[in-house]
Every structure is written in structure tokens, then in C-alpha cells.
């Protein structure tokens, strides 16, 4: 099965630290997203990328955040200076980009963040 | 902009029994409806979707689900739960058929023996 796979699935840090996380999407997926889901909340849009270039970012992405999908393939999500409000689950989702049909979005397992 | 409200946060219903679980959606564009399963641990799964045409969709593992344009509605069902569809199940629209996702808040389903 080459599904969508994160790395790594469980991160417990300090307030303060960095933290940097990575997904890899399905071989032939141009389109990439990530998501964060709070407990208790659905997923709630943070960025995508298609190929290599970031085209959207959402509000919640502050300064503390950064993320890559350098040559087109797998993508890292680095957090900043955690803070606990930073605690959720980091989920990545790869599609196929095709104006003609539906493209669907395929999920990974996600990155749980504690932050103590 | 899109928003979606999913009704019931918990729905406990016996096995062998019929389930619906309601979501309302708003949005100024043509929307695309989808419903997701996620299973404890998992990732967020597709169960099915409404792009065009037909408002009654059927999805995996016997559910659909019906899109009512009048009432922004795209509530999903099944006329007979197993244990196995305990999960937390989540409504979500897009604007385009490729574009970013924006869920409900999620309704956890217990199936009791």
C-alpha cells in the first residue's frame, strides 16, 4: 500500500522548542495540503502546495510556522517556538491535479503534537 | 467563504438500527459535499461525495446520503449500523472540485450491541 505517510505519528516537546514534521504523499500527486484538528474540532485548512510552489495560506498559519515541498514530493511542516495552544493533530492529505475531474484528496495517519 | 455545521456532536444508536447523521452547509458558490470516516488512530477516509447530478449518493459500507440545495442540507444515512461503524464521521464542502477542504466540527457514532 503506498498511501499518504507522516513522520513522525507521535511528538511530545517543551514550550520553546522546534519542531519539524514530514509527509509523504502519494508518488504521482502533484497537489499537497495540511491540516490541523484540534480535539473535539474537525480539520481545519493550514496550507497546500502544488508541485513545488505554496499557493494558499490560511490565517491560522502564523509567523511560528513554515512549511516546504521542496522538488515536488515529500513536504515538512516546522513549527517554531511551540506553544501549547499548538497541541493538535497535523494531518497531510495528497491529491492529483485535473481540471476535468474530481480530485480526490487522500489522507495520512497525522502527526499528534503535544506540547508541554 | 464556506462554513459547515454538523448538528449532533454524539449520536448512541443500537446495531441493526438506522443512523442519520445531519449536516448543513453554507456557502456563496457552488459547493461540492463530502463525508469522512475516521476511525480511532486513522486517518480521515472517504465515504462519498456529491459533485453534480443525482442529489442521492451512495458511498462504501452501505451508507448515503441525500444533497437538498433548499435547505443546505447533505445529511447522511444508513438503515442498518454494524459495530464496526463506530467512528467519528465528518461533513465537508469545497468550492471546486481540487481545491482545500473545510470540515464540521465531527459527529462521534456509537454502535451498541
Known amino acids: 500500500d503506498t498511501g499518504v505517510s507522516q513522520d513522525p505519528r507521535h511528538k511530545i516537546t517543551k514550550r520553546g522548542q522546534n519542531v519539524t514534521f514530514r509527509c509523504d504523499p502519494i508518488s504521482e500527486h502533484n497537489r499537497l495540503y495540511w491540516y490541523r484538528q484540534t480535539l473535539g474540532q474537525g480539520p481545519e485548512f493550514l496550507t497546500y502546495f502544488q508541485n513545488e510552489a505554496q499557493l494558499e495560506k490560511s490565517r491560522l498559519l502564523s509567523d511560528r510556522f513554515s512549511a516546504e515541498r521542496p522538488k515536488g514530493s515529500f513536504s515538512t511542516l516546522e513549527i517554531q517556538r511551540t506553544e501549547q495552544g499548538d497541541s493538535a493533530m497535523y494531518l497531510c492529505?495528497?491529491?492529483?491535479?485535473?481540471?476535468?475531474?474530481?480530485?480526490?484528496?487522500?489522507f495520512g495517519p497525522g502527526t499528534r503534537l503535544t506540547v508541554l | 467563504a464556506q462554513s459547515v455545521t454538523q448538528l449532533d456532536s454524539q449520536v448512541p444508536v443500537f446495531e441493526e438500527a438506522p443512523v442519520e447523521l445531519r449536516c448543513n452547509y453554507s456557502s456563496s458558490v457552488s459547493v461540492y459535499l463530502f463525508w469522512y470516516v475516521q476511525y480511532p488512530n486513522q486517518g480521515l477516509q472517504l465515504l462519498l461525495k456529491?459533485?453534480?447530478?443525482?442529489?442521492l449518493v451512495k458511498g462504501i459500507n452501505g451508507f448515503e446520503a441525500e444533497f437538498n440545495k433548499s435547505q443546505t442540507s447533505f445529511h447522511l444515512r444508513k438503515p442498518s449500523v454494524h459495530i464496526s461503524d463506530t467512528a467519528e464521521y465528518f461533513c465537508a464542502v469545497s468550492g471546486t472540485s481540487y481545491g482545500k477542504l473545510t470540515f464540521g466540527q465531527g459527529t462521534i457514532l456509537t454502535v451498541h450491541p
Open positions: 456529491y459533485l453534480s447530478g443525482s442529489t
Open positions: 492529505a495528497s491529491s492529483l491535479m485535473d481540471h476535468g475531474s474530481y480530485n480526490e484528496q487522500f
